[in-house]
């Protein structure tokens, strides 16, 4: 990601967006019966490769790519796939800003408030209304409905994958 041009950058993980979010709506695996629909640990390993370069790629969570996946190569509802994703969230920050701030040290440039890639003003803004949000976003999305759900999660992908791409 660090050798490709930000422009390129942008546009694919726009596309990204784009697919995804077509596969959301359009897919729809049956969640595998019994209790609970696990898949085994190499289709979880498998999920978690895929979705921690995707992350790391584009500098984004892992759910952006960890709950598709959960959902059509795990078959799981997409409850479980939203509330499964989001740990492997603070693992891959954890692991992506420390990354992030050594890759950022050979950085000649870079903004005020910087540490290396991590922007410590944006970042001390974005963390505590994030907290925040994800409580309010777990509490709707454990009464929505399963396809309400996965359509909100389409269209927003979606929308911003256009608006990624289209820049």
Do not use: D
Request: net charge positive; glycine share 10%.
């Amino acid at each position: 990601a660090r050798r490709t041009a930000g422009s390129t950058l942008r546009t694919a993980f726009g596309a990204l967006l784009v697919v995804v979010s077509l596969q959301m709506l359009f897919f729809h695996p049956k969640p595998r019966p019994g209790e609970p629909p696990l898949p085994a640990w190499a289709l979880f390993l498998l999920i978690g490769l895929l979705s921690g370069a995707v992350s790391f790629f584009f500098g984004v969570g892992g759910g952006i790519a960890a709950v598709p996946l959960l959902v059509s190569l795990g078959r799981l509802p997409i409850h479980q796939a939203v509330g499964t994703s989001s740990p492997l969230i603070v693992f891959l920050a954890i692991y992506g800003t420390i990354r992030n701030v050594l890759l950022g040290q050979q950085e000649a440039v870079l903004p005020p408030h910087s540490w290396g890639y991590v922007n410590l003003l944006a970042a001390a803004c974005l963390m505590p209304t994030s907290i925040l949000m994800a409580r309010v976003g777990a509490n709707l999305a454990n009464v929505a409905s399963a396809t309400l759900l996965r359509r909100l999660f389409a269209a927003l992908v979606g929308i911003e994958g256009v608006r990624m791409a289209l820049l």
